[in-house]
């Protein structure tokens, strides 16, 4: 059996009931294979994938808060601290009834990578809770989140751990979770980013995962003699990923036409109206069934279905595991050129194969969605010098990133002899930067 084999089988072993987990290290270490047979007896003498697949810390804590009813409440809290060789842990904080130690695990062992694809000086991590921000008033919220962070800031700091923003953790629940830290701490430092404008955070933070997809797509597309110009976009979530994905495509040129909420699903075939989307979804907080009133030609349907809809490119950029292998099938059917992952792994395993086998560009997360960590980084140096940047600034350098991650990763999948397989591509260029500085620091 070789090493990546011995490796997955012992994961799946060890760590029982956490699929999501599973999945991410097979999808990881089955595209490591040519860097890791060039390398299996160094590799396997120092353990290096057992390490890198093993987090160096985890985490979980009640959460104990009480409700507007005055009744006691306890979640659970989790912080996976995964890799440190190249930096702090850096990864955000997910509020969502799904979560649990797997899927933590998972979102945390996928940032090793794609932080280092980044370029930038930050390691891996990841956390959360199965606390439900939905439907809680803010005071609830505030109490859950001065909870959390009471437990939680015992493990962090602005060298050792910077959590960030992620699924139902916005700007309002960073403010609520900064300020206990502070208060906790006495101390004024970037241990979190997403913070608001008035308290060290960064300007295109907002946008930054949404345009970032957009940068690399547009690289891409460039370095292929394409452009996103004339293209029709179909689009899942209606979040802060999807919302400036959106954003950036029509400033780019292409025409939009879905966008999704965990109810349903709206067809706008003139192009989603961005105004209106930012209202229902950022302002008023509603469901995506209001869009209709806004625009009386669009469709709404429950459930699934954006990827039912002819189109040039396909960008998921809701939540794991949303686009399945009969998802694929009709995009490829329908003549997709390019899937574009906006979300962490929403493109199921037997999917992803099949779009790769089908000659259509698929850029992985890792890749695609690096743009929000790399920006939070960008924040963590502003708090560091204690300066505060230009939008433009920001953005620039955001897009400069975007354009050098493509080019990493083009250039790993060239190098390895699976030219256009940018998965292989990510994994491996991500890998090999956290290989060298592990080994470098010796057995730790």
């Known amino acids: 059996m070789s090493y ?40 396997r003498r120092d353990a290096l994938l057992e390490r890198i697949v093993n987090p160096e810390r985890q985490i979980k804590f009640r959460v104990p808060w009480v409700d507007d009813k005055g009744q006691v409440q306890v979640n659970t809290g989790y912080r996976v601290q995964y890799n440190s060789a190249i930096g702090p842990y850096k990864g955000g904080i997910r509020l969502h009834p799904s979560v649990n130690l797997g899927i933590i695990k998972f979102l945390g062992f996928e940032q090793i990578f794609k932080n280092s694809l980044t370029g930038l000086p930050i390691g891996g991590g990841k956390g959360g809770s199965d606390f439900d921000p939905k439907g809680k008033s803010d005071r609830e919220i505030m109490a859950f989140c001065q909870s959390f962070m009471t437990e939680l800031c015992k493990y962090i700091g602005a060298d050792t751990d910077v959590p960030a923003g992620d699924i139902g953790t916005g700007a309002r629940e960073i403010g609520y979770m900064y300020g ?10 970037g241990v979190l980013t997403g913070k608001g404008l008035t308290y060290g955070g960064s300007l295109a933070r907002t946008q930054a995962t949404g345009y970032g997809l957009l940068y690399i797509v547009d690289e891409m597309l460039k370095c292929h003699n394409d452009t996103l110009v004339g293209k029709t976009i179909v689009v899942s979530g ?34 989603i109206d961005l105004a209106a989307l930012k209202e229902i979804k950022e302002v008023k907080r509603q469901r995506l069934t209001e869009y209709k009133n806004y625009r009386p030609n669009s469709e709404y349907h429950d459930g699934k279905g954006v990827w039912s809809i002819k189109c040039d490119i396909a960008l ?5 595991n949303e686009l399945n292998l009969e998802d694929a099938k ?100 991500g890998f090999e930067k956290v290989a060298i500085a592990m080994t470098a620091q010796g057995i730790v």
Not at 18 to 41: G, M, T, W
């Open 4 to 43: 990546v084999d011995e490796v997955i089988e012992r994961v799946i072993k060890e760590n029982p009931n956490e699929p999501e987990f599973h999945q991410a290290v097979r999808e990881v270490l089955d595209s490591l294979r040519p860097i890791v047979d060039k390398n299996e007896e160094a590799y």
């Open 180 to 189: 206990q830290y502070k208060r906790i701490k006495g101390v004024f430092e």
């Open 238 to 271: 209606a979040g802060n990923v999807a919302i400036y994905a959106i954003e950036k495509a029509q400033q780019l040129g292409g025409k939009v036409v879905t966008a999704s909420d965990s109810t349903g699903w709206v067809y706008d075939p003139d192009g």
């Open 316 to 320: 998921p950029c809701a939540t794991q």
């Open 330 to 429: 009709m995009l490829v059917n329908n003549g997709v050129s390019v899937i574009a992952e906006g979300a962490n792994m929403p493109t199921t395993a037997d999917a992803t194969e099949f779009i790769l086998n089908s000659g259509v560009y698929f850029l992985p997360g890792k890749a695609a969605n690096s743009g929000g960590v790399a920006t939070s980084a960008l924040e963590m140096s502003q708090n560091s010098e204690r300066l505060h940047w230009s939008f433009e600034e920001v953005d620039s350098k955001l897009k400069g990133i975007m354009v050098n991650v493509y080019h990493n990763i083009d250039d790993a999948a060239k190098k390895y002899g699976y030219e256009g397989n940018y998965v292989i591509g990510a994994n491996i260029a």
